[in-house]
C-alpha cells in the first residue's frame, strides 16, 4: 500500500480537490460548474465519512472519489486529496468548497499566480463583506491578532489567514501531501507558517465568494476559543524566522 | 528565593521546554501537550510564589500543605487517564473500520485471482509483529498481537 509518492514532475497537470461531507444536494452541481469553466482540470470529491450519498452522486457527476472511512476533518481530507495528487502525478492541486462558495472562474486565477512563480496562491475576501460584522467583537480582535502574527513571522501581511480557497504548486503539494495539519484552524493558519518557513512565496489573490461569509464560519465559541489557545501555543512553539530570512534579498532557504 | 522554590522551577521549566520540543519535532500532537500544560503551569506557580501552597491549604482546611499537592496531582493524572481511555476508544474504532476497508476492498479487487493473499501479507503490509520472542502464531484465526481484554 505504497502511499508515499515521488516528487511531481512532468507536464503540468491540475486537480481540483473537494473536501465534502454530507454535500449530496451541492456537490452534483459544483463538479458540473467546475468541469465546464475548466476542462482541462480533473476533480477529485474527497468524501470525509458522509452518512449520505455525496461519493455516489459526486462519482455520477464524473469526479473521482476518494471515500475516507471515517470523519478527518478538512484538513486531513485535503492531506487524503494531495496524497492523491502527488500519487497520480498531477502538478498543481487547487482545494475548492463543496458548497459552492468558491467560483470557479476565480480556479483560474489562483492558478495564474501559481504560473506566476508562487508557491501557494490564496484566494483572498480583500473587501470584508456585512456577514464578518454579524460576528463578535471579541473573535473579531482575536482572529485580526492571530493574523498579525501570522504577518509578522512570515514578513509578509496575508489578509485573509483562514481561507480554505487555496492553489499548491508542486513545492508545495509535496510538503503539504505528508504534513497538512489536521486541526481546526490549523488546517488554515498553520499551512501559511508551513510554506513561508520553507521560503516559498505566497501569493494573495483578491476574489469574491458566494453565499455565507467563509473565513469566520459560526463554531461553537468554546471550540474556536480551545483551537484558538492551541493555535496560539503551536505558533509560539514552532516559530522561526525562516520564511523573513527567505524574503531578504540574498536570503537562502 | 529558597533552594526548594529554585528545584522546583527548575524541574518545571525543563518539564515546560520537553514539551514544546517534542511539539516543535511534531512527536506529540498539539492537543496532547495542552493536556500537559496545566501540569507543568500548576507546578511552576506553586514554585514561584512563595507560601502559596500554605495559604491555600490553610483556606480549604487542610493541615498539611503537601496533601493539597498530592490531592490536585492525582486528579489532574486521573482526568488525564479518563481522556486518554475517552481518545483510545475512539482509535480503536477508528481501527476497526480501516481493517474493515482493507480487508474488504482485497476480497473485492482480488475476486479474479485463485489464492487469497496470504494472511501475514494483507495488502502488502507485514503481520503486527508478535510480542516478545515467541514465533508467530500458526493457530488458524489470524494474529494474536495481545489482551485477552479485547476478545
Known sequence: M????????????TLAIIPALNERECIGAVIEHLRDS?????????????????????????????????NLGVGGALRAGLKFAR???YTHAVQVDADGQHDPSHVRQLLDALDAGAALAVGSRFVRDAGDYEVGLVRRLAMRLLSWLVAILLGQRIEDTTSGF????????????DR???????????????????????????????????????ARNARLAYHYVRMVLVIGATASLNARRARRPGGAR | MSSAQLAGLGVTAICLVFLIGLLRRGHLRAKYVMVWMPVSLA???????????????????????????????????LLICMHFSWELSRVEERLRLLAEA?????????????????????????????AGMHPPSSTPGGVRDGSWLDA
Open chain 1, 38 to 70: 475548466l476542462p482541462e482540470v480533473d476533480v477529485v470529491v474527497v468524501d470525509d465519512g458522509s452518512t449520505d450519498d455525496t461519493a455516489a452522486v459526486a462519482a455520477a457527476a464524473g469526479a473521482r472519489v476518494v471515500q475516507l472511512p471515517f
Open chain 2, 102 to 130: 482493507i480487508a474488504i476492498r482485497d476480497a473485492e479487487h482480488d475476486r479474479s485471482t485463485a489464492m487469497p493473499p496470504h494472511r501475514h501479507e494483507v495488502a502488502g503490509l507485514a503481520a503486527v509483529p508478535p
Open chain 1, 2 to 13: 505504497d502511499i508515499v509518492g515521488t516528487p511531481v514532475a512532468g507536464p503540468a497537470r
Open chain 1, 180 to 218: 497538512y495539519p489536521r486541526d481546526y484552524l490549523s488546517d488554515t493558519v498553520e499551512t501559511l507558517l508551513l510554506v513561508g518557513y520553507r521560503g516559498l512565496p505566497i501569493v494573495e489573490v483578491p476574489v469574491q465568494m458566494h453565499g455565507r461569509a467563509g473565513g469566520l464560519p459560526s
Open chain 2, 43 to 77: 507546578m511552576l506557580v506553586f514554585s514561584v510564589v512563595p507560601g502559596l501552597l500554605d495559604d491555600v491549604s490553610l483556606w480549604i482546611g487542610i493541615a498539611y500543605p503537601p496533601a493539597l499537592l498530592f490531592m490536585l496531582a492525582i486528579a489532574l493524572l
Open chain 1, 87 to 89: 500519487r497520480n502525478g
Open chain 1, 166 to 177: 487555496r492553489a499548491f504548486g508542486p513545492e508545495a503539494i509535496e510538503m503539504l501531501a
